[in-house]
């Protein structure tokens, strides 16, 4: 019995010290060029080192992560590169960025110069044809350098973008934008939280109808995406990866679910999409958990922009959270399968 127990224990410490080996490790890096990235990095580590709190401020929660820890030597891991909103920063998905490294992710999260907040030139912004090259170049850095993150699994890299971020992916998954047909549907379904960005986005420009696609991307899923309307169904339905579309089931802009995430799912090949409207979600659940009195904060020192914190139902936005993260995790493991 004694030796029985001693076994046990040995079996039980030893369990121990494997789960508290696997860590998320986090850090920052620049891509440099023309174009410089600041990109954020998640990703399996073995530490050692102590965790913070990253990706967190007065009026959002972050995420646990040991900065600038060793990543994993376990071999090469799929890549999940996330793409935020206009006007947003890496640290709207970092929810979803430690629950994919929990699954074996890495994970790498650009600010889109031009239209994050760290940088809002005009000029950047309205070279939106420039957001999904961005990611692009995050694969190519990451390829490269593998002490930043550990080695990539080439055949398994994976897009996931919230609004302005799903336009990005989608262009990056082939999806072509087509400024002549977003002109004629502003007639006739205008809307300024969409039209009003015609010239802000340079969404008239020749470059913005170029193929954007990137040949290694595998899946790619959508979080209540914007200016869907511009892409040509034709290009859409030429699409060949699979595809995960998420809708707000909550309209803030007279921008219901089927205009924006279900024109895109209308159009993307039925066999290879899904589409999930989660009726309780606004626009900005998918972003980051606000701390309380968030929204009173973000009300007095930007009036308006407290709507950032608002969820439509009786859920709490860590609740959507787990439902949204479960679905894509379940997506991915069935669209790019571990070998």
Known sequence: MLRLFV??????????????????????????????LHVSLWYPSEGPGEGNTVGENRAFFGVQAVRN??????????????????????????????????????????????????????????????????LSRVIDALIADPSLAGPIDMSRIAAIGHSLGGWTVASLAGARFDGRRFEKDCVSHPNPRTCGLHDELGL???????????????AFVTLDL????????????????????????????DLPAKLESGYLADHLPKALSTYVEVPDAMHFS??????????????????????????????????????????????????????
């Open 226 to 253: 914007g200016l869907a309307r511009g892409f040509s169904p034709e290009s859409l339905a030429g699409i060949h990866v699979p595809s995960l579309i998420f809708a707000a089931g909550i309209d803030i802009g």
């Open 69 to 134: 820890a060793p990543p994993t030597e376990a071999g090469a891991r799929p890549l999940a590169l996330l793409s935020h909103g206009y006007g947003g920063s890496w640290r709207n998905l970092n929810w979803l960025a430690a629950a994919l490294v929990a699954e074996g992710y890495v994970v790498a999260a650009p600010d889109h110069p031009g239209t994050t907040t760290f940088n809002k030139d005009p000029a950047q912004a309205a070279m939106l044809w420039e957001r999904p090259h961005d």
């Open 7 to 36: 076994a046990v224990a040995a079996l039980l410490f030893a369990a121990s010290l494997v789960q508290a080996s696997e860590v998320t490790g986090f850090r920052e890096t620049d891509v440099l060029g023309p174009r410089p």
């Open 286 to 339: 998918f972003m980051q958990t606000c701390k309380p009195g968030a929204e009173a904060l973000i009300e007095e020192e930007t009036p308006g922009d407290g709507i950032v914190c608002r969820d439509g139902g009786t859920r709490s936005r860590d609740q959507i959270h787990h439902e949204v993260a479960d679905r894509i995790i379940q997506f991915l493991a069935a669209a790019l399968p571990a070998k």
């Open 204 to 218: 008239g420009r020749p470059e913005l109808q170029d193929d954007l696609s990137d040949p290694r991307l595998g």
